[in-house]
């Protein structure tokens, strides 16, 4: 994860072409900043023998540990809470039942008994059988859900979440145009050079992130959220500073997108409510938007989000980007627990440096690793 936060500001790009918007404005019908008061809360982990490597996600449904890996003999395996080794699944593959890489999208559901789990994999959402694949000693073959459009390889940062009605929330972060040279304009050059024959190439343009709610008789509702983006100096940060995870309410009404930089948006898909939440360490970036050293202030962020029935725990890295990149400072992670309404209401205090986690939802017990891919479970009952 830490690799793809770093690499989200690697984007060339010259020029960014947006609307100047006025300073401290964002574009929530309210927005409120969540009170620093809040109670601090030691969480105490114990260290789980457990060997996997490789992971990228974890999930923890029905007294077992999902890992998805990007081992390609098995991509996904299994464990359970003593983390003794249950099933290996999901070489990478063409076949019908086979993906070539996977990732876990933050959902599963229950159908007649068989837990389900919504997977993507090149560009395609399916509903992938996990008890029936257990069973099988094999993958299943998946249910395909949705297709991403073309455009969504302008962008790296999308999530679509379902809702059991077949409507969906689907999330575009910020967007670029794209770039074609056409044939008619190359010319290679005896020496192996290519002249453009005096094209000119056009400049990069930074679009906004967008949000809408597509139901199941496809009628779609947008939300203006961000719609200009500020005139950086550096545009290419733009998408860097945009980035967001992407929940859904365990009864599918509500929708918060947690930015990177300590900021959430809460989206009731009933009745169209939107608001905005800044966090502790909120960096107002349209005011600093040229600046260069604007990496020096903003915090890394948001590692991980979880969504727990009446809750939302947010892992949190409070080191600076500029520290994380050029002094490998090590994680200093918090969890930051919110209601759906905004309230921050307390902050866990973990005694390892975790960087990804889950927490189950029957059990309210905890399960993370680290970078070293340690991993550790704690009793949230017990806090």
């Keep these: 994860m830490k690799k793809l936060l770093i690499a989200c500001i690697i984007v060339s790009a010259t020029v960014l072409n947006a609307?100047?918007?006025?300073?401290?404005?964002?574009?929530?019908?309210?927005?409120?900043?969540?009170?620093?008061?809040?109670?601090?809360?030691?969480?105490?982990?114990?260290?789980?023998?457990?060997?996997?490597?490789?992971?990228?996600?974890?999930?923890?449904?029905?007294?077992?540990?999902?890992?998805?890996?990007?081992?390609?003999?098995?991509?996904i395996q299994v464990f359970d809470y003593?983390?003794?080794?249950?099933?290996?699944?999901?070489?990478?593959?063409?076949?019908?039942?086979?993906?070539?890489?996977?990732?876990?999208?933050?959902?599963?559901?229950?159908?007649?008994?068989?837990?389900?789990?919504?997977?993507?994999?090149?560009?395609?959402?399916?509903?992938?059988?996990?008890?029936?694949?257990?069973?099988?000693g094999a993958n299943l073959k998946p249910t395909k859900m949705?297709?991403?459009?073309?455009?969504?390889?302008?962008?790296?940062?999308?999530?679509?979440?379902?809702?059991?009605?077949?409507?969906?929330?689907?999330?575009?972060?910020?967007?670029?145009?794209?770039?074609?040279?056409?044939?008619?304009?190359?010319?290679?050059?005896?020496?192996?050079?290519i002249s453009l024959n005096g094209y000119k190439i056009p400049e990069f343009e930074y679009y906004p992130p967008q949000y809408r709610f597509v139901k199941n008789d496809g009628d779609t509702v947008k939300y203006d959220i961000f719609p200009r983006l500020p005139q950086f100096?550096?545009?290419?940060?733009?998408?860097?500073?945009y980035y967001c995870q992407v929940r859904m309410s365990d009864d599918g009404t509500r929708v918060v997108a947690v930015s990177l930089q300590d900021r959430m948006t809460f989206i009731n898909l009933e009745s169209g409510d939107v608001f905005g939440v800044r966090g502790p360490d909120f960096v107002d970036f349209a005011q600093n938007a040229d600046k260069d050293d604007i990496l020096s202030s903003v915090v890394v962020g948001v590692m991980q989000v979880v969504t727990c029935g009446d809750y939302i725990y947010v892992l949190y890295d409070h080191n600076t980007v500029q520290e994380e990149e050029e002094n490998d400072a090590p994680v200093n992670p918090t969890i930051r627990v919110f209601t759906w309404d905004g309230s921050f209401v307390t902050e866990l205090i973990p005694d390892a440096p975790i960087t990804n986690f889950f927490i189950d939802n029957d059990t309210h017990r905890l399960f993370a690793y680290d970078w070293d891919e340690q991993f550790y479970t704690a009793d949230l009952h017990a806090i």
Excluded at 46 to 69: K, P, Q
Excluded at 184 to 193: E, F, K, P, R, Y
């Design 19 to 75: 609307c100047k918007q006025k300073k401290g404005i964002y574009y929530t019908p309210r927005e409120i900043t969540a009170s620093a008061d809040v109670p601090q809360t030691k969480l105490p982990l114990e260290r789980m023998d457990l060997e996997c490597y490789g992971v990228h996600d974890i999930v923890a449904v029905d007294s077992m540990i999902v890992l998805f890996t990007s081992n390609k003999q098995s991509m």
């Design 82 to 136: 003593s983390g003794q080794p249950i099933a290996k699944l999901s070489p990478s593959g063409r076949a019908g039942n086979e993906f070539l890489q996977v990732r876990y999208t933050d959902q599963n559901t229950v159908i007649d008994g068989d837990r389900y789990l919504y997977v993507e994999s090149d560009g395609h959402y399916y509903l992938y059988n996990l008890s029936g694949s257990i069973r099988n």
């Design 146 to 193: 949705l297709d991403l459009s073309d455009d969504m390889d302008l962008t790296h940062n999308y999530y679509t979440l379902f809702r059991p009605d077949g409507s969906y929330f689907q999330y575009k972060g910020v967007s670029h145009n794209e770039i074609i040279i056409p044939s008619s304009a190359v010319t290679a050059n005896a020496d192996g050079s």
């Design 233 to 241: 100096n550096k545009p290419d940060y733009s998408q860097y500073l």
